[in-house]
């Protein structure tokens, strides 16, 4: 069984993407068989496994638009069970073109399709933003979206709006979609507001957050920039045990799910 899940959140800086790169990470180090598919023109995901994304010759983008098969655009990394599907400058005006395509919410859903077999787990990075691309993710998310949030001033700002979204795709699009985790990100433990933040949304989603927060770390921060997880770069560090926790902690949920809300 293939676990997907899509990693979203439309307020920007919320350790997204560092959250999918590093817990593809670690679950490919216990063993299961990963792809992480970058889907944010940015290509931070790309970048921070130490691919250049100028260097990419075929990317995400080929496989939505230009119906490339997406086995064709896979590259592997120098993490042992660790695949990526790159992004590209190109995916930038893939929304664009798809909204002339017939059935464009289930694009990435399809190109999924010939691949899925192959990996236990497949992390879709979405771009910070509720368009086209994080429509066609939230689609394919079999296991549910995994949503990180700051521990800091207006964390849950925009959470209504990305609710509302999951809501309707839910409704139109996937009926199996839901909220599967909540990440609290950036945690400083010198502050009450950081206590305050995880108080609130633990209360309010009880059954969602992770027991386990990611502290706000300047290894996390360095790791991207030598183009590293912080599995390689810091594997002793406050983060790197954090997203090992993490990942420790997602593994258990999947062998004892609870009820999906």
């Known amino acids: 069984m293939t676990h997907i899940y899509a990693f979203a959140n439309q307020k920007g800086g919320v350790g997204k993407t560092t959250t999918a790169v590093n ?41 939505l638009i230009r119906r490339r098969l997406l086995a064709e655009t896979i590259i592997e990394t120098p993490y042992p ?23 464009r919410e289930y694009l990435l859903r399809r190109t999924l399709e010939g691949v899925v077999d192959r990996f236990d ?31 800091e001033y207006l964390a849950l700002e925009g959470l209504g709006r990305l609710w509302q979204t999951i809501t309707m795709v839910r409704e139109h699009l996937n009926p199996q979609l839901f909220i599967s985790g909540m990440v609290l990100t950036m945690f400083d433990s010198r502050t009450n507001l950081a206590e305050q933040v995880v108080t609130e949304v633990r209360t309010h989603f009880p059954e969602q957050a992770f027991r386990t927060v990611i502290p706000r770390s300047v290894r996390l921060s360095e790791a991207p920039s030598y183009g590293q997880t912080i599995l390689t770069y ?10 090992r926790a993490l990942a420790q902690e997602l593994l258990a949920r999947e062998t004892h799910p609870k009820t999906a809300n």
């Open 121 to 151: 787990h497949i992390l879709i990075d979405c771009p910070p933003s509720l368009g086209l691309l994080t429509i066609n993710a939230l689609t394919s998310a079999s296991d549910g979206v995994i949503v990180p949030i700051q521990c």
């Open 234 to 243: 810091a594997p002793l560090s406050a983060g790197a045990l954090a997203y």
């Open 81 to 103: 069970r660790l695949s990526l599907v790159p992004s590209a400058a190109a995916l930038a005006g893939a929304e664009i073109e798809m909204v002339s395509m017939l059935a």
């Open 23 to 63: 817990l593809a990470a670690y679950l490919a180090d216990a063993g299961s068989r990963v792809l992480l598919l970058d889907s944010d023109p940015q290509a931070n995901a790309t970048s921070s496994l130490g691919i250049e994304p100028a260097s990419v010759e075929i990317s995400l983008y080929d496989a």
